[in-house]
């Protein structure tokens, strides 16, 4: 192989987008650019209150050519003329509707405000009553059972409960869309200029973890499914796709418009995409047996099997089994949980409200340096709880919470579930709380593993990757004691765009597969956490009080429903 064969990963996240330049001999970086969306860091168009998390198609495509151009900036003269491929990863379940010309609604003048008309963001929950009329219609109806391959539970985060959710709530979207594409598709059909929503490539990752996609079902959910669940449906199907392709199959070159605003010379390769976890995955060098953990914001936990290994095992509660969705050729198994960093962020969040809300009214200092001292809190806030909550004794403040802030998504979705915090008394204080929070969402890991291994599925070892693997020593400690497994951490910063890279290699031809990318181009790992085997055996007890404080809360909201 010659030495330059530059190849981008895209890594396309909740709050920003990053491009990762790699030398596919080796894997190693050189040179990236991370770009914060614009509009999302302004709270545009979302509304927490109401579960609402939208995103406009510009901040995409103003992120694209900014940290394209910026890592292309940073990298050695001459960069852009050996970049043979771009591969792209993005969250999801995360559609758009578009019209008959693969145009995102919002990119029309008409919707350009419109929430309705933009993304709606894996962590979107406005569609929980859409997801539990699926789960009422799949189970009843009679016919095919199309969530069987989905764990059995479909989630309001998904890709039909989202659609059928914003066609009852606007009538004006509803006239005007044609099609849904996941923002997985859309960017490589942009890019490509294969936006045809009836033609364009659909990735076999987002149908069918997300839209009950399978070969068996003859693609998705059939007609009469579909107009049973809502008429608003019908036709809907005819619209969409039969087909899909794994992402280590090209989707085109780049047009020549793109070529010139991105910086980047004619004949480029652009693979077709997947979500972040999945391709994540492949960057931290999964294998069969190896359980990668992408922490963040929320986590998606990954594993994937040779097709004969699993058979006709259908493995409940988990968000999908699906051939090629990680490593073309194995089959794909997906799990996490819906709050992970999130949960950490909300609780900063809650800590600040008076710096935030008060300084500006301090009599001692000016609103500036009440500003700049608000800042300087905030960016220590967490370091120093985890500094301090891990000083304390398992069981020592008697607080048991849970990490449902966001809804549970695995094992058994369900997104209108909440946290809790149990165990206070007047001595509770906010270090205590916050080591209650890390042990719920550790607890919240186990709960992954055991329905795994329930299952009969095998887990030889931990892979974790993103940013809290990187950050908090605490808490990855934590949730190695929690579960009694080693978790060794991935050496790359970005495997996520790592992974992207390794799929461009491959489609751009340098790789003849998968593993030969992953095994070329893999990062390492740069740490590993031991469980200590005595609290392990300390955590049996907080852990069983931990599942009965959720049973609890299972049985409130049933009630309430």
Request: net charge negative; glycine share 12%.
């Amino acid at each position: 192989m010659e030495k330059e064969n530059y190849v981008i990963g895209l890594d396309y996240g909740t709050d920003s987008v990053r491009a990762l330049i790699v030398d596919a001999s080796d894997g190693s970086e050189v040179a990236s650019h991370v770009h914060h969306y614009r509009r999302w860091s302004e709270g545009k168009y979302c509304d927490a209150a109401a579960n609402r998390f939208r995103q406009h198609p510009l901040d995409y495509i103003e992120g694209l050519e900014v940290s394209v151009k910026e890592a292309l900036g940073n990298a050695p003269a001459g960069a852009a003329g050996k970049v043979r491929a771009i591969s792209i990863d993005t969250t999801g379940s995360t559609p758009v509707a578009v019209d008959k010309d693969g145009v995102a609604l919002a990119m029309r003048e008409e919707f350009a405000e419109n929430p309705n008309a933009m993304f709606v963001l894996w962590k979107d929950h406005t569609a929980i009553g859409e997801a539990e009329e699926i789960n009422a219609l799949a189970k009843s109806w009679g016919g095919v059972d199309y969530m069987k391959y989905s764990g059995g539970v479909y989630s309001s985060e998904w890709f039909w409960a989202k659609v059928l959710h914003v066609l009852r709530d606007d009538a004006a979207v509803r006239a005007a869309a044609y099609s849904w594409v996941e923002h997985c598709d859309w960017l490589p059909g942009l890019l490509t200029g294969n936006t045809d929503p009836l033609k364009m490539k659909r990735g076999r990752c987002s149908a069918g973890h997300k839209a009950m996609w399978h070969e068996e079902f003859g693609g998705l959910p059939s007609e009469d499914f579909l107009a049973r669940l809502d008429p608003m449906l019908a036709g809907l199907r005819g619209r969409l796709y039969t087909h899909t392709s794994t992402a280590d199959v090209p989707v085109g070159t780049l047009t020549a418009e793109w070529a010139s605003r991105l910086g980047l010379t004619g004949g480029v390769v652009v693979g077709g995409g997947a979500f972040d976890a999945h391709m994540g995955a492949v960057g931290g060098q999964i294998k069969p047996g190896s359980l990668i953990r992408v922490m963040g914001t929320s986590t998606c936990d990954m594993l994937v099997a040779p097709l004969e290994e699993v058979g006709d095992k259908l493995i409940r509660g988990i968000c999908g089994q699906v051939d090629g969705s990680i490593v073309p050729g194995m089959l794909g198994m997906e799990a996490g949980q819906s709050a992970f960093g999130d949960l950490y962020a909300w609780y900063a969040k809650v800590l600040m409200w008076p710096l935030r809300n008060m300084l500006s009214e301090s009599g001692v200092v000016d609103s500036c340096t009440g500003s700049r001292l608000a800042d300087e809190v905030a960016g220590k806030l967490l370091p120093h709880l985890d500094e301090n909550a891990g000083k304390l004794g398992i069981g020592d403040t008697g607080i048991v919470a849970l990490d449902w802030i966001n809804g549970r998504r695995t094992p058994d979705a369900d997104q209108s579930l909440k946290c809790a915090i149990a165990g206070m008394n007047m001595g509770s204080d906010a270090v205590g709380i916050y080591r209650a929070l890390v042990e719920a969402t550790a607890f919240g890991s186990k709960k992954i593993i055991d329905r795994f291994v329930e299952e009969g599925v095998r887990i030889d070892e931990v892979i974790a990757l993103g940013g809290v693997a990187k950050k908090s020593r605490f808490v990855m400690q934590t949730v190695a004691n929690v579960m009694g497994l080693a978790i060794k951490v991935v050496e790359s910063e970005q495997a996520c765009a790592l992974g992207a890279a390794m799929f461009a290699a491959v489609v751009a031809g340098i790789y003849k597969d998968i593993p030969e990318a992953q095994d070329a181009m893999g990062s390492g790992f740069c740490a590993e956490y031991v469980p200590d085997m005595r609290n392990h055996a300390r955590y049996a007890g907080l852990y069983a009080k931990y599942s009965e404080l959720g049973s609890h809360m299972e049985n409130s909201v049933r009630k309430g429903r």
